[in-house]
């Protein structure tokens, strides 16, 4: 089982930045991959960006591609998702998520991820 906490949501003016953490309560946080999501009101969750357990491959939506970036901290047990001019439809909820398994894919779709955080709101004023 591993437990996921998201954090460093917010209300950002458009044009400003975010970083969001993923705190994960997991012994062996490198095996896993790892996504983030975001949904806001009305839409399905949809992905933003993935990286592999040891950080050699990325992936991004098309939608934050060039600002934003996935990262992780094996040794702190945390992934974080950097996104810089921020839009009005970047607002919604950010989750992140995580995969068990040895492959190297960047799967984009939330039913190849095995578990969950609460989430954490982010709301970009226009």
């Known amino acids: 089982q591993v437990r996921l906490v998201e954090s460093g949501g917010g209300l950002v003016q458009a044009g400003g930045s975010l970083r969001l953490s993923c705190a994960a309560s997991t012994g062996t946080f490198s095996n896993y991959g790892m996504g983030w999501f975001r949904q806001a009101p009305g839409q399905e969750r949809e992905f933003v960006a993935a990286?592999?357990?040891?950080?050699?491959?990325?992936s991004y939506a098309d939608s934050v591609k060039g600002r934003s970036r996935i990262y992780r901290d094996n040794a702190k047990n945390t992934v974080y998702l950097q996104v810089n001019r921020l839009k009005p439809e970047d607002s919604a909820i950010y989750f992140c998520?995580?995969?068990?398994?040895?492959?190297?894919?960047?799967?984009?779709?939330?039913?190849?991820?095995?578990?969950w955080g609460q989430g954490t709101q982010v709301t970009v004023s226009s």
């Open positions: 998520a995580a995969r068990g398994g040895l492959d190297s894919t960047l799967p984009r779709s939330r039913l190849e991820y095995n578990y």
């Open positions: 990286i592999t357990r040891i950080s050699d491959f990325t």
